[in-house]
Each structure stands twice: as C-alpha cells, then as structure tokens.
C-alpha cells in the first residue's frame, strides 16, 4: 500500500507497507485486502487434523494499514495449531442436587443404592467414582450435592491420525478406541438424563432422598499425559513461544522466549535485553537493550559568617535523584495505564473469540453418537435430549 509521507511535489513517495504477519506451524491464515478502508484483515484458521491447545486462542481479527499506523492490532503474533494427541482418559462426570441434606451416616448408602442402578449398563472397563458433599457454604445450605465420575482407561496404542480421519474417514485402531469410548460416555450421559428420578432417587433407612431434576449438569472429562495440556477434548503439547500451565499452554512472559515444544518453562533473555512482546519462540527476539537510568545529586556550600566561624554555615541540596524519580514512576504509571487498557480491549477480542476449531463434537460422525446405533440396551427408541451430551467443549481436566 502506497503512502505519501511528504506533500512536496519534487519528493518522492515512499511506499510503506505492512510487516509480515507472525504466522505459526499448523495454520492456515486468510487475509482480505479492504480497499474501501485501505486496511488489511486476516484471520486464522487451522490446518485439517492440527488443534489450538487451551489457553491458546486466536483474535477474531488481525488488522493492519494506515488506520493502524502499518502496524499489525492486535498483535503480529498467532498462535499455533498443534498435532493432537489421545488422552489417557476419557470420561464424564454427572453432578446432582438432593433437595434436602444428606447426612454423613446416609452418604454411603445413598451413593450405593445410586451406583446398583448401573450395573446394566454396558461399559466393562469403565471405573466410577462418586462423592456426596453437603452444601453448607451456599444459599442452598440444606441440601447435598452427589457426583458420579465415570471414565475409560485409553491404551494409547498408535497414532489417532486425525487428520485422515477428517479428511477421508480413515479410521486407526487408536481412533477407533478413542471413538468408542466417546460413545459410552454419552451413552452413561444419555441413559442418567432419561432415567434421572429413578436413578438418584432412593429411600435409606426409611428416609426418601429425592432430587431436582433441573440441577442436573454434565461435563465431559480428560485425563492427559504429564507434559501435555488439553486441547478441545483431546491432548496436545505445547507449542513454541509458550510453556505448559496445566491445563493450559500460556505465552511467554516478555522478557524470556521458548524454541521448543513441550515445555513447562520460558528461558531469559540474555542480562540487559528483553522481548517487544509476549510469545517469543526464539531468542533473536531478544533484540532489544533495557535503558537503564542514573541519576545525580548536586551539592551546593555556602558560608554567611565572613569570619570564617562556620556557625551559620548552610549546605543547600538539591537531589535530582528525587526529582528524577518523581518523573520515573509518572511515566510508568501512564505506561501501566496504557498497557492495561490495551490489554483489557485485547481481552475483550479474545473473549469475543469463538472457542477451539476442533474439538470431539466435529471429530465424531454424528452416527457414532446417536441412539439408534448405540451399544447400550436402554431407551434406544428415544430421541435423547441435548444437553444430555457429554460437553468436550468446556472439559474438565486431570492429569495422570
């Protein structure tokens, strides 16, 4: 994009154009060229089969052009999109409401008449662990709370190869088990909201604890590998320029910057050099020198007795170290400012984001999940509401 700089006729125009936008491994980044505005929008996409790890989102948009000065707003810097990995575990996790409390001499004979009623249930390798807790800290003080953890060992046997499935169908046998178990899991989801009252509510020791339906709640839950954070129901390692925060993968500070994949910290800059922004991958980004400021103290002696007594003598200071750092933490405190405010409209843009590109909800056809090919024996002519499906997209997750 031309730019004149001068309005002299007899200079010539200097062309300033746009850097080149930071784009990472695994992306696909699009751009339009808005000539109506003279400015350039791109967005990020990822490529078929790669995944952005939690806590790694793009910004709805990238603009650059005169508007912005020829700088890229909100940053230059994408994220990653990254090979996904198989979790170690795979599960669901159902939380229930009883609308009175449940005492402790009761809690383990509620939780065993609760988990009798899935003994029929076809999952033979599947664990349940479940916990009552009594809600003494909440508006809802006289009532207990009951949750139920089902999950799957996966065996991790080979490679998903997400990208083939995706694109041709081709499924490994890693896939293949890690389709399966998403569809016990909603199957347990399934069968728990269609059956809810006759599962959670039980009579112990003459006493009926009954629930309320609508405090019913699921999420899905995943368990990964030490090193690996989530990534929209899967696993992933962390890309470079950020370190592992589980189970999240957070950019570097400025300041420090990561080469590698995988990582749980971000390495310093070299003394007295420091990174323009945050994410940095490798340390040439460590381009720019600290100012550093020193500051002077001036001393001025007088004398009023002529005679030389030195009673009156007065020594008058002035300390410029005081003055320059009243000025010092002014100008930061604008920065700071500044700062914030930028950061909290990036904030903002990065809320306003749509949540990963892929998750398990795309991965699986929607065949594998329906009632009418499911495995279990239970309400099969049933069309299962919605929310009954196990949520990938605000997933729960452990480590191993």
């Known amino acids: 994009m031309p730019f004149d700089r001068f309005n002299g006729s007899d200079v010539a125009l200097e062309t300033i154009t746009c850097p080149i936008l930071n784009k990472k491994y695994g992306t696909i980044v699009t751009c339009i060229d808005k000539l109506s505005e003279y400015d350039m929008e791109c967005n990020l996409t990822c490529e078929k089969g790669k995944v952005l790890t939690n806590g790694q989102r793009p910004y709805e948009k990238y603009k650059c052009g005169p508007k912005t000065g020829y700088i890229w707003e909100p940053t230059d810097k994408m994220p990653a999109c990254v090979d996904a990995h198989v979790p170690d575990k795979l599960g669901t996790q159902v939380s229930v409401r009883y609308t009175d409390a449940v005492p402790d001499s009761d809690a383990d004979n509620v939780i065993s008449s609760v988990e009798q009623k899935f003994i029929g249930l076809k999952c ?3 664990q349940l662990k479940s916990t009552i807790v009594s ?22 046997n080979g490679d998903i190869a997400l990208t083939d499935y995706l694109t041709n169908g081709t499924e490994t046998a890693a896939m293949a088990e890690l389709l399966d178990t998403f569809s016990s899991m909603n199957e347990i989801a399934e069968f728990i909201q269609t059956n809810s009252t006759s599962i959670f509510d039980v009579s112990v020791g003459g006493v009926e604890y009954t629930t309320d339906s609508s405090s019913i709640s699921f999420a899905g839950t995943v368990t990964c590998a030490d090193g690996y954070a989530g990534a929209g129901g899967l696993c992933a390692q962390c890309a470079t320029g950020t370190k592992l925060k589980f189970p999240d993968c957070v950019s570097c500070e400025i300041g420090t910057y990561q080469p590698l994949e995988g990582q749980s910290e971000c390495l310093p800059c070299p003394d007295g050099y420091t990174t323009s922004t945050f994410g940095a991958s490798d340390i ?44 010092v933490i002014c100008t930061i405190a604008v920065v700071a400012f500044v700062f914030w405010k930028k950061q ?13 590109f892929i998750s398990l909800s795309m991965v699986l056809p929607e065949t594998r999940v329906t009632v009418e090919n499911a495995k279990s024996s239970f309400n099969k002519e049933l069309l299962v509401p919605a929310q009954a499906k196990s949520s990938y997209e605000n997933t729960i997750y452990g480590t191993s």
Do not use: H, P, W
């Open 344 to 356: 909290a409209r990036r904030r903002f843009a990065r809320n306003e984001t749509a949540g990963s």
């Open 284 to 327: 040439s980004e460590c381009a720019f020198i600290i100012q550093s400021y020193s500051s002077t103290v001036s001393t001025v002696t007088g004398k009023d007795d002529k005679n030389g007594n030195g009673e009156d003598d007065k020594t008058t200071v002035l300390v410029v170290a005081l003055v320059v750092c009243v000025i």
């Open 135 to 156: 809600n003494n800290e909440s508006k809802l003080s006289n009532s207990s709370t009951l949750t139920l953890q089902f999950s799957k060992q996966l065996t991790g």
């Open 124 to 126: 033979d390798t599947c």
